[in-house]
T-cell receptor, first 113, second 113 residues
Framework: QQQVKQSPQSLIVQKGGISIINCAYE??????FPWYQQFPGKGPALLIA?????SEKKEGRFTISFNKSAKQFSLHIMDSQPGDSATYFC????????????FGGGTRLMVKP | DTAVSQTPKYLVTQMGNDKSIKCEQN?????MYWYKQDSKKFLKIMFS???????INETVPNRFSPKSPDKAHLNLHINSLELGDSAVYFC????????????FGNGTRLTVT
């Protein structure tokens, strides 16, 4: 059972455009939602994270929008750059899960120059 | 200095063999993890381990076993390798507080022939 569903699987965006990646979760006990960025040949690295007590968090060009009632959250990348081309993973965990993250299936983003 | 390092980077072996992957972290973190990333990029938690507790994902076959000689190391032993074990295996570590970000190594690509 996949507890965190991510879409789309792949995304192509022109340079300067907005990249949007969506995730939906089932477990209402989840209370921490990070996004990880993975470049080829590297391990994932934390990009940005949100708790469900806020509806939006912004860090530079990256914004997480969170809708608790819909059990959905999304990553927006503004002014997308070729250097943003990577695989993005949403994830979720609970307070008693020992930081064991449940990841979404990943989105491969390509930003065309 | 590499924060989380894994060796080897590539591992090619035959079915039925036993192999180990080593992981070391120099971040002083209390908890270490092993994740498996399959050919579709899906990331799945295998183990979470600190000096007090081992948490095993119930779907992981008992041919897989983590071994921690000390707090900075968590090695992964795999017995009787199968074709389906082919994947990229990531070691990660995190600090002791809830929501501390995971720091991943760069992965070990295991190919079983």
């Amino acid at each position: 059972q996949q507890q965190v569903k991510q879409s789309p699987q792949s995304l192509i965006v022109q340079k300067g455009g907005i990249s949007i990646i969506n995730c939906a979760y089932e477990n209402t006990a989840f209370d921490y939602f990070p996004w990880y960025q993975q470049f080829p040949g590297k391990g994932p690295a934390l990009l940005i994270a949100i708790r469900p007590d806020v509806s939006e968090k912004k860090e530079g060009r990256f914004t997480i929008s969170f809708n608790k009632s819909a059990k959905q959250f999304s990553l927006h990348i503004m002014d997308s750059q070729p250097g943003d081309s990577a695989t993005y993973f949403c994830a979720a965990t609970t307070n008693n899960a020992g930081n064991m993250l449940t990841f979404g299936g990943g989105t491969r983003l390509m930003v065309k120059p | 200095d590499t924060a989380v390092s894994q060796t080897p980077k590539y591992l090619v072996t035959q079915m039925g063999n036993d192999k180990s992957i080593k992981c070391e972290q120099n971040l002083g973190h209390d908890t270490m993890y092993w994740y498996k990333q399959d050919s579709k990029k899906f990331l799945k938690i295998m183990f979470s381990y600190n000096n007090k507790e081992l948490i095993i994902n119930e779907t992981v076959p008992n041919r897989f076993s983590p071994k921690s000689p000390d707090k900075a190391h968590l090695n992964l032993h795999i017995n009787s390798l199968e074709l389906g074990d082919s994947a990229v295996y990531f070691c990660a570590s995190a600090g002791g507080f809830y929501n501390s970000p995971l720091h991943f190594g760069n992965g070990t690509r295991l190919t079983v022939t």
